[in-house]
């Protein structure tokens, strides 16, 4: 092979590795599908009656449910954990602990034991 047909064989060998791993990154995903994917948000159920109950996602494991009658409420803290699209709850009350199972769909997060949906703010 002469000199120019092997530069050109391997510049097209060092083309074709360039261009099979130039892929996407996969460790670099932003589609974030655990409990971070929650921190910050506040979801929000009520109000028809005056009554109304809140969860804010303050960390990845960290939660506070708030529940009010127009304007009296009160707020509790507990924890949490979630990998898409269920989650689990543990609120700590003045009286028991309240443990429950979410479902986030799109903008709604509903608790199973609450019956309630909560829609995001």
Not at 12 to 25: E, P, Q, R
Not at 73 to 89: E, M, Q
Request: hydrophobic fraction near 30%.
């Amino acid at each position: 092979m002469n000199t120019m047909k092997k530069i050109a064989v391997l510049f097209f060998v060092a083309a074709t590795l360039f261009a099979t791993s130039c892929g996407k990154d996969d460790t670099n995903n932003t589609n974030n599908t655990g409990s971070d994917s929650l921190t910050g948000t506040t979801w929000r159920a009520g109000e028809t009656t005056g009554e109304w109950a809140t969860i804010q996602f303050t960390s990845s494991t960290a939660v506070t449910y708030t529940e009010g009658l127009r304007e009296e409420y009160v707020s509790f803290n507990g924890t949490y954990t979630y990998t898409a699209p269920n989650g689990t709850i543990h609120i700590v009350t003045e009286e028991d602990p309240m443990d429950g199972h979410f479902t986030v769909n799109g903008s709604s997060l509903y608790v199973s034991e609450l019956d309630l949906t909560f829609i995001r703010q």
